[in-house]
């Protein structure tokens, strides 16, 4: 299963980090649907955040706005983890 996520299309609120409607062209819209990440709620505003490639299908990834605040959030925790050095023994 391969999936392509890319948040360049959504914008980000500065004080909370959370995404917001995008200004100008070329945003991700906001749509009425099914959150694929972590809450799977239904029936929420979510905002495309990519295709997958599943084994059998292929689909587009939809996310509400508090789980691409949370995968921002891994990205970010994941990037200072790896920017720290080393423990030694
Ligand atoms: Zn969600």
């Known amino acids: 299963m391969r999936a392509r996520v890319s948040l ?4 980000f609120s ?6 917001v409607p995008h200004r100008g062209t070329g945003g ?6 099914r959150c694929w990440l972590y809450c799977r709620r239904e029936n929420i505003s979510v905002l495309w955040i990519g295709p997958i490639r599943a084994p059998r299908a ?4 939809y996310a509400c706005g508090q ?3 949370e995968l921002v959030h891994m990205v970010y925790e994941e ?10 023994p």
């Open 14 to 19: 500065g004080v909370s980090g959370w995404p």
């Open 28 to 33: 991700n819209e906001w749509v009425t649907g």
């Open 58 to 61: 292929d689909g587009d990834l």
């Open 79 to 88: 990037q200072h983890r790896l920017d720290m050095p080393a423990r030694r």
């Open 8 to 11: 360049g299309g959504i914008s």
């Open 67 to 69: 789980c691409i605040a």
